[in-house]
């Protein structure tokens, strides 16, 4: 079955600056990746998601890049704010095939002021 | 948020006692899942439905067992409540499974003593 490693587990940056959080999976058939964000005591959020038709996708602030042939995937996050402090969890499937996304263990995120 | 609501929010229980976890929505939304949350561990699936009296196993299914009797309805039974089934659960629901969003419900906070 499908396994996805995340790394770092714990990532702090200066508030502006950027954030690269990568994530690996092991399933080559895997063709659906999307992040999700956690607030202190939330529930998690959809914030970005990327097919395998595509090698990069944008949304504001945040960026998703996929390389299929290392089987990695990463999230951008630039010009940083406070607000961006959560846990940010990567996961990954194989449509139409799969129900069951498969998550990385999280990777916590500090923005420092 | 999606319409989605779990109950209890909190409980603690002791060990060997029956639980039960209620996921309700709204949406009407085919696919329903329960996953654990644990320091270290990410979120892990227990079980899912994709449609009523439709379940499956996800990876940490061992302990419990699930019922979508109605759409709207996903319960999640813990037959003898074990201390390592101390955790948050996350209920999620998918419109279509798979390649889809998942919206999470608010969780609920289980510690069995």
């Known amino acids: 079955g499908e396994n996805v490693e995340q790394h770092p587990s714990t990532l702090s940056v200066q508030e502006g600056d950027s954030a690269v959080i990568k994530c690996t999976y092991s399933d080559s058939a895997s063709n659906y990746f999307p992040w999700y964000k956690q607030e202190l005591g939330k529930r998690p959020q959809l914030i970005i998601d990327i097919r395998s038709n595509v090698g990069e996708k944008k949304d504001q602030r945040i960026a998703v890049t996929l390389n299929k042939t290392a089987k990695h995937f990463s999230l951008h996050i630039t010009e940083t704010q406070p607000e961006d402090s959560a ?3 990567c996961a990954a499937l194989e449509m139409n095939r799969d129900d069951k996304i498969i998550f990385g263990k999280g990777t916590r995120l500090h923005i420092l002021p | 948020d999606a319409g989605i609501t779990q109950s209890p929010r909190h409980k603690v229980t002791e ?7 209620r996921c309700h929505q709204t949406e009407n ?11 270290g561990h990410g979120l892990r699936l227990i079980h899912y439905s994709y449609g009523v009296k ?3 196993k996800g990876e940490v299914s061992d302990g419990y067992s699930v019922s979508r009797s109605k759409t709207e309805d ?3 039974t813990l037959e003898s409540a074990t201390s390592s089934q101390t955790s948050v659960y ?13 919206y999470f419900g608010p969780g609920t906070r289980l510690l069995v003593l």
């Open chain 2, 90 to 102: 996350f209920c999620a629901i998918s419109e279509l499974g798979g390649g889809e969003t998942q």
């Open chain 2, 74 to 76: 996903f319960l999640l």
């Open chain 2, 15 to 21: 060990t060997g006692t029956p639980v039960t976890l």
């Open chain 2, 54 to 56: 439709d379940t499956d």
């Open chain 1, 87 to 89: 846990v940010y969890f």
């Open chain 2, 29 to 39: 939304h085919r696919y329903m899942y329960w996953y654990r949350q644990d320091p």
